[in-house]
């Protein structure tokens, strides 16, 4: 056995196909290509001035230590200030865990909880991670199918039958990626109640809890009558265009948060002592800045919607979240362009790609086959350019 043979878990992991896509963008984009990316998993918002300028008197006052691995106690303290106020939640600072990014928290969640032998429920579409988190946990990963036309809500009949005794835990994701679809209140308890049933334990990714679009958000901690055990993930990437100051944090109960720090602090130590002064600003701060974000991407829903389901064959239900859409291309699936044919969403995405110049994300590799995601995070008329360039690309297939 060489020593530059890898271990198992490199061949077991699959890589993230966002990423790729994003960097098939860049790399055209080097070579003078016209290229639209829609397919972007972040704002087009520059991170608002008052938590840059923090950020920036941080660095000023020298404060670019090490912090404490869960977090700075004043941004703890502001997380629970946050919760309490704007989720109706109660949390200690020992409640949380400050991560390096929301992703981070989720993925440490499933080291902490997750071991060889364990399956995990995932809800499919799922974000390309959720699945190698879990196989990365040396666990499981079960795929549980949702309905389209209903938010993209769970098959709960699916769900009862694919528990056993190898059950864990489940992972929820509302609002979501892919599919920008927001879960009823009625569907999340009924979530709990089965997973207290089975003794389950449920992490809840809430990173687009402030991008709801209809109604008001509640956090599934809030609706947890059943004293269900939760881990709630948050991000403050997605709410205040802060994608690359890499802070998210994690809430549960004192020895889940514990455990996960105790994991944290042997491989990142702690989160980004700059990112951590900017949050308190963002958390602390006037919130007007996400309101404006967040009419914005409403209109460019609303626009990217009725654009896409004026293409022939194609359909896309109005998302409740988020910032992505997700349409049903099946009807381009089995068509020709030159005598090649299009299998699957993956080929059609290329070939969106080489013909459009417009970069997608394909359906099959967040588990539903036939769709594309697209994102509007990018303004209006980038939407209308790149959704006129896919139609008349689709119109060259046979």
């Known amino acids: 056995m060489s020593a530059l043979d890898f271990s198992d878990r490199v061949t077991r992991v699959k890589p993230s196909f966002t990423l790729e896509m994003t960097s098939r963008a860049a790399d055209l984009r080097s070579k003078g290509v016209d290229v639209i990316n829609l397919s972007v998993g972040e704002p087009d918002f520059n991170t ?42 109660t949390f200690t600072p020992d409640q949380v865990l400050v991560s390096n990014g929301e992703k981070q928290s989720l993925y440490t969640a499933c080291q902490a909880l997750f071991d060889r032998g364990d399956e995990v429920i995932i809800f499919s579409p799922y974000w390309v991670s959720f699945p190698e988190f879990v196989r990365l946990a040396d666990a499981e990963p079960i ?3 949702t309905e389209a036309n209903n938010q ?8 009862i039958s694919k528990i056993n005794s190898k059950t864990k835990g489940m992972i929820i994701n509302s609002p979501s990626n892919p599919t ?47 004293n269900t055990e939760i881990v709630t993930c948050m ?22 948060i514990r455990a996960m720090s105790k994991l944290q602090g042997q491989s990142t130590s702690c989160a980004n002592s700059i990112g951590q002064k900017a949050a308190i600003s963002a958390l602390n701060g006037d919130q007007k800045c996400v309101e404006i974000m967040k009419t914005k991407y409403k209109e460019r829903r609303d626009l990217m919607i009725q654009l896409l389901n004026e293409i022939e064959g194609v359909k896309c239900m109005i998302p409740g979240g ?5 349409p049903d291309f099946s009807y381009y699936l089995g068509k020709n362009h030159n005598g090649e044919k299009i299998n699957d969403s993956f080929e059609l995405c290329d070939y969106i790609l080489d013909v459009a110049k417009v970069v997608s994300v394909p359906g099959d590799g967040f588990g539903a086959p036939g769709h594309i995601r697209f994102s509007y995070a990018i303004n209006k008329d980038t939407i209308r350019k790149g959704i006129d360039r896919i139609i008349k690309a689709l119109s060259e297939l046979n």
């Open 143 to 145: 795929i549980v199918s």
């Open 152 to 159: 993209f809500e769970p098959n709960f009949n699916e769900l």
């Open 235 to 256: 991000s403050l990437s997605k709410t205040y265009a802060m994608t690359g100051w890499r802070i998210g944090y994690a809430v549960a109960n004192h020895n889940i």
């Open 322 to 326: 988020a910032f992505y859409a997700f």
């Open 180 to 226: 920008g679809g927001v879960w009823s209140n009625d569907a999340i308890a009924k979530i709990l109640e089965i997973s207290k049933k089975n003794d389950l334990i449920v992490i809840s990714d809430e990173c687009y809890e402030k991008l709801v679009f209809n109604g008001e958000y509640t956090s599934t901690e809030k609706l947890n009558t059943y």
């Open 48 to 89: 608002p001035e008052h938590i840059i300028q923090a950020g920036k008197e941080a660095m000023d006052n020298g404060f670019t230590k090490y912090t404490s691995g869960p977090g700075m106690i004043e941004l703890r303290k502001a997380i629970c200030k946050k919760l309490l106020i704007e989720n109706g939640l």
